[in-house]
């Protein structure tokens, strides 16, 4: 450590830190007053020099005169164990070089920096400790830049549109980023490595989102208030992690764990929470067989669920998502939020008697909470809400806010703004209060609070398979892997085998559909079709969804090409079964699965794949389904047709 207190603060000072394996270089350097950092991999560009600081409002901007008052380093490793997730044991190791500022001129604000540097990438923070003059900031800016070479590509969704994160990803090169875009975005630099830039521990704070300034440099956007401020924060304040992960190949993201290191451990007992893999009435009400409406063809009613929970019991599925009980759905839904009763059955629906006869099944109830985003109507309930499914014995909740903007505090403001974000943190931690575990739809994106807070089971923030019938395409499965799962699992709603449903048809191959339990990771996961789909039309491919976990002990990524194709192994957590899923996009591939990753020892394989005849529009359900016995370093070629996929069941002998 150093100390300049007894001397005028340095406008002019210089850190080098590297990376626990000497790979990544930071350069934190102050310069006539002005902070910046830029970072290498092995000599190579990753961030040229980005500038850092903010605007706060009625004050000059808080990133010029300033000197350095002190520096500390400290260098940490532990391993840590989750609760649930891709893999149990994680690294955090890093070096850490915190910077602490102060003005040389007027009102000398103070300003930290806390940087880390990991083997994979870095993430810094700012901290706004006390001022000698103001205790409460309103931050109307962050001027945090992440200087890319232009010439490089990015896969990105718009930010600031009604329906969210729910958008198809596009490749464009960096210089053709004209409005914000939401993170993780995934970067292609010209030198060949693999970027995401995305932020962990997202509290009482605006969304980041990036743009390009005035100067053509990508540049943090906060997602604003109503007002237009980014947010008020009382001191001290930490802002989130802004975090760059570096990969030498896009499958190296896969594996980075960043965004989950840079949370705290989980804050009291969580282990009571369990994944949860279940049934749902959802697809039966959007191919219109059932309605969310009363009527003749309410699906939430008492005798759907009866039967629903049979079918739960037949196919060993532990839980039902019962979507619709309450009222708010006649007419138009999307206008009812601000009156929904989240304590109050519809006529046909006895949620007690539902809940009991579940209970006496051993099937687990979740409950369903569509607010529309209308906030205050929500949370005037919500603790009781929360605890009359407590006391019905349900501790699972899919909740949404399928709003295109929020009522909150009586304003409209984006899902991912300040606000939104309090109310997001406010509902987790009230659920697990009562021992609830979420799903949101319709959410903030993840940015790792599940390592603090496990009962965020799941969330959607990307287009998932409500969107099939001509939305999505092959490609799209191909993308989230580099891209959204980089914020952690999804609710992408799998195992649709009523493929040609003209209605609703799907662009996917049968095997495709099994293989989504294994790419797409969840700590909820619907079996999305109708049941008698598993029971009686193919009962042998849904043996792979009865068999398929979701607690992984270890995820190695196999292969993956942004946009083309990916595939992955993970082992269960608890066994030495290992399994396999890919994906490919509109075009057929074929792949080698070099199998040197499994330990030295004898496996039966399952294998789901498409046949060769197979094709996402023109031979979906196509299949083959066979057994082989696979050892340690063998090698197989499997096949993906367009649009499909396969997945493998690899049990130790």
């Known amino acids: 450590m150093f100390n300049f207190f007894k001397r005028r603060p340095k406008t002019d000072f ?90 040389t001129t007027g009102e000398r604000r103070l300003m930290t920096v806390r940087f880390r540097v990991f083997n994979d990438g870095i993430g810094f923070r700012y901290e706004l400790p006390p001022q000698p003059s103001f205790y409460r900031a309103e931050i109307e800016d962050e001027l945090t830049e992440f200087n890319i070479d232009l010439n ?20 464009v090169p960096v210089y053709e980023l004209e409005n914000s875009v939401h993170t993780p975005a995934t970067f292609e630099l010209k030198n060949g490595l693999f970027i995401s830039l995305h932020e962990a521990a997202l509290y009482n704070y605006g969304e980041m989102t990036l743009k390009l300034n005035q100067w053509k440099t990508v540049t943090s956007d906060i997602t604003p208030l109503s007002d237009g401020i980014k947010a008020r924060v009382e001191l001290p304040f930490d802002t989130p992690w802004r975090v760059v992960m570096v990969g030498d190949h896009a499958t190296d993201l896969v594996k980075n764990h960043i965004v989950l290191n840079l949370n705290d451990p989980p804050k009291g007992d969580f282990s009571w929470v ?73 006529p046909d629906c006895d949620l007690k008697q539902v809940a009991d006869y579940a209970a006496k099944n051993s099937v687990k109830l ?46 409209r403001e984006f899902h991912h703004s300040q606000l939104g974000v309090l109310h997001y ?54 993308i989230l892997p580099f891209t959204r799962l980089l914020a ?8 649709i085998f009523d493929i040609e449903n003209t209605v609703k048809r799907l662009s996917s191959t049968l095997a495709r559909q099994l293989a989504y339990f294994v790419t797409i990771p969840s700590g909820m996961v619907m079996a ?70 499994l330990p030295v020892g004898n496996y039966r394989a399952e294998i789901y794949r498409d046949d060769e005849t197979a094709h996402f529009r023109d031979n979906p359900l196509a299949i083959k389904i066979e057994q082989k016995e696979i050892k340690y370093a ?3 070629d499997i096949f993906m047709a367009p649009g499909g996929g396969f997945a493998i069941r690899l049990e130790k002998l």
């Not at 629903?308 to 999307?334: F, R, T």
Request: aromatic residues 14%; hydrophobic residues 35%; charged residues 25%.
């Open 14 to 103: 210089e850190k080098k830190l590297s990376s626990p394996d000497g790979k990544l270089l930071l350069r934190v350097l102050l310069k006539s007053g002005h902070l910046s950092y830029s970072l290498t991999k092995e000599g190579k560009t990753v961030l040229k020099n980005s500038m850092l600081g903010f605007k706060l409002k009625g004050q000059k901007p808080l990133d010029s005169h300033l000197g350095i008052v002190r520096g500390s380093e400290k260098t940490f490793s532990e391993t840590w164990e989750t609760i649930w997730g891709e893999d149990r044991l994680i690294e955090n190791s890093y070096n850490e070089f915190t910077i602490y500022l102060s003005e």
């Open 152 to 171: 490089s590509y990015v896969w990105k969704i718009p930010a600031y549109q009604p329906d969210r994160y729910e958008y198809n990803y596009e490749r």
């Open 274 to 346: 369990k994944p949860l893999k279940f049934l749902g009435i959802w697809w039966a009400m959007y191919v219109g067989e059932w309605t969310w409406a009363s009527g003749d063809r309410h699906g939430a009613t008492t005798e759907h669920a009866f039967e629903y929970i049979n079918y739960c019991k037949n196919l060993g599925i532990e839980g039902l998502l019962l979507e619709g009980w309450n009222g708010g759905w006649d007419g138009d839904w999307l206008k009812n939020g601000a009156t929904t009763d989240f304590l109050k059955s519809s």
């Open 366 to 411: 979740v409950g369903h909470h569509e607010t529309v985003g209308f906030v205050d109507n929500y949370e005037s309930q919500l603790e009781n809400a929360y605890k009359f499914y407590s006391d019905l014995g349900i501790n699972y909740i899919k909740s949404g806010y399928a709003g295109s903007m929020m009522t909150v505090q009586g304003k």
């Open 425 to 478: 943190q406010k509902a987790l931690e009230l659920a697990a209060k009562y021992h609830i575990c979420l799903d949101v739809h319709e959410p903030i994106k993840g940015t790792g609070i599940e390592r603090t807070f496990p009962n965020l089971l799941s969330r959607e923030g990307a287009r998932g398979q409500e969107y099939e019938g001509g939305a999505l395409t092959p490609t799209h499965a191909c």
């Open 488 to 495: 952690g699992g999804m609710d992408y709603t799998p195992g």
């Open 528 to 597: 999305a079709d109708r049941p008698r789909f598993y029971a009686d039309v193919f009962p042998g491919a849904y043996k792979f969804i009865y068999d398929v976990p979701l607690n992984w002990e270890t995820t190695i990524p196999l292969f993956g090409k942004i946009g083309e194709y990916y595939a992955v192994a993970r082992r269960e957590r608890g066994s030495d079964n290992w399994f396999i899923g890919g994906v490919t996009n509109e075009n057929a591939h074929a792949l080698r699965l070099d199998f040197s990753f």
């Open 634 to 636: 063998d090698t197989f």
